[in-house]
């Protein structure tokens, strides 16, 4: 009996212990844009072959005009 509770209380301490510091975070909200809305700033890499460089929308922000394009499922196979 004396082992038994002893495994119990040892198992318990260890699930404590494996769950302290465990924060369960919210999932971020998805980002409600809309076709003529601004979009947000980001950064992609571009690949021209040789090497590949850091490319951000705020780069081209009064210089170009740009219009972005997303193709879901491109080189998927489906």
């Known amino acids: 009996?004396?082992?038994r509770l002893t495994g119990i209380l040892l198992l318990?301490?260890?699930?404590?212990?494996?769950?302290?510091?465990?924060?369960t975070k919210k999932a971020p909200e998805p980002l409600t844009i809309k076709v003529g809305d601004m979009?947000?700033?980001?950064?992609?890499l571009a690949y021209d072959g040789t090497k590949t460089t850091p490319v951000s929308l705020h780069d081209f922000k009064g210089?170009?005009?740009?219009?972005?394009a997303?193709?879901?499922?491109a080189f998927t196979g489906g």
Not at 12 to 23: I, K, N, P, R, Y
Not at 70 to 73: A, G
């Open 1 to 3: 009996m004396r082992k």
């Open 12 to 23: 318990t301490a260890l699930m404590a212990v494996a769950s302290f510091g465990q924060e």
């Open 39 to 44: 979009a947000p700033d980001f950064t992609l």
């Open 63 to 68: 210089k170009k005009q740009v219009a972005l």
């Open 70 to 73: 997303f193709y879901v499922f």
